[in-house]
């Protein structure tokens, strides 16, 4: 009897553990398959703004030659509606009435021009937006993976886009035990500026939660873009360096200090 129940069980957890491969596999297959996509969408974003400014430049030409034409001729005529002014005065109204006319003409084009180049910016800014939006799926979901053992601590509890409760304030990644938190900023490019808001992170997560007041806390960076300037300031600042390697990541813990 006993025997029949552990070799039951035996392929019971061979099962489970064949299912569990199978689920990291199909993980990986769909997390390349979004950094696949997410690189044929910025090249297909970068070829399409190249081609915008291309455009733009082109449309940019030729409205100053068609502006520096039509000036021209407006001087001609009003030139020569001078010299006529006495005897052709209803010429030199309608001259100018033309002149008006074109001006108008001219202020419609620039308005156009404007126009296209608040529509070019608003599509980078929504290229920015795609890029933070990938790290901060990329870092939560391999963070995930290997919450059990990260920074020599081993937590139980894994939570994203935390919002604070009594001041405002997010804390995208959170990893809690019993006796130590950690805090995990996410950034598709982390910034020099970035670096104090960082650390103040600690003192507004102790203000929104003080029921954490005696765990230690840590902070770390995860980044897909790093300047070694503002890695080695992260580092002697006691912050984690966490960055991208192929689909998973690599953590630097050097002079990483408790909070």
Same mark, same amino acid.
């Given at each position: 009897?006993?025997?029949?129940?552990?070799?039951?069980?035996?392929?019971?957890?061979?099962?489970?553990?064949?299912?569990?491969?199978?689920?990291?596999?199909?993980?990986?297959?769909?997390?390349?398959?979004s950094?696949?996509?997410?690189?044929?969408?910025?090249?297909?974003?970068?070829?399409?703004?190249?081609r915008?400014?291309?455009?733009?430049?082109?449309?940019?030409?030729?409205?100053?030659?068609?502006?520096?034409?039509?000036?021209?001729?407006?001087?001609?005529?009003?030139?020569?509606?001078?010299?006529?002014?006495?005897? %052709?005065?209803?010429?030199?109204?309608?001259?100018?009435?033309?002149f008006?006319?074109?001006?108008?003409?001219?202020?419609?084009?620039?308005?156009?021009?404007?126009?296209?180049?608040?529509? %070019?910016?608003?599509?980078?800014?929504?290229?920015?937006?795609? %890029?933070?939006?990938?790290?901060?799926?990329?870092?939560?979901?391999?963070?995930?993976?290997?919450?059990?053992?990260?920074?020599?601590?081993?937590?139980?509890?894994?939570?994203?886009?935390?919002?604070?409760?009594?001041?405002?304030?997010?804390?995208?990644?959170?990893?809690?035990?019993?006796?130590?938190?950690?805090?995990?900023?996410?950034?598709?490019?982390?910034?020099?500026?970035?670096?104090p808001?960082?650390?103040?992170?600690?003192?507004?997560?102790?203000?929104?939660?003080?029921?954490?007041?005696?765990?230690?806390?840590?902070?770390?960076?995860?980044?897909?873009?790093?300047?070694?300037?503002?890695?080695?300031?992260?580092l002697?600042?006691?912050?984690?360096?966490i960055?991208?390697i192929?689909?998973?990541?690599?953590?630097?813990?050097?002079?990483?200090?408790?909070?």
């Open positions: 009897m006993d025997a029949v129940y552990f070799a039951s069980l035996e392929a019971l957890l061979e099962k489970h553990a064949i299912a569990a491969e199978q689920r990291n596999v199909e993980f990986n297959e769909q997390l390349r398959k950094r696949a996509d997410f690189e044929e969408e910025r090249r297909k974003s970068k070829e399409d703004s190249e915008r400014n291309a455009e733009f430049n082109e449309l940019f030409r030729k409205s100053k030659e068609d502006s520096d034409s039509r000036h021209a001729k407006i001087e001609a005529d009003l030139a020569a509606a001078a010299a006529q002014i006495k005897s %052709q005065g209803e010429q030199f109204r309608k001259s100018k009435e033309d008006d006319n074109r001006f108008a003409k001219i202020e419609a084009a620039q308005a156009v021009v404007t126009a296209q180049i608040k529509s %070019q910016s608003e599509h980078i800014g929504g290229i920015t937006k795609s %890029q933070g939006l990938f790290a901060e799926e990329f870092f939560s979901n391999s963070v995930k993976e290997g919450k059990e053992v990260l920074f020599g601590q081993k937590f139980d509890i894994f939570a994203k886009n935390v919002q604070g409760l009594i001041q405002p304030a997010e804390y995208d990644i959170v990893l809690s035990n019993c006796s130590s938190l950690c805090i995990i900023e996410v950034k598709y490019r982390i910034r020099d500026a970035d670096v808001k960082v650390l103040q992170k600690v003192h507004s997560f102790r203000i929104n939660y003080p029921q954490f007041d005696n765990r230690r806390i840590y902070l770390g960076v995860a980044s897909l873009v790093f300047e070694k300037s503002i890695e080695d300031e992260l002697e600042s006691g912050i984690a360096v960055k991208q192929g689909d998973s990541f690599v953590v630097n813990e050097k002079n990483m200090k408790v909070f």
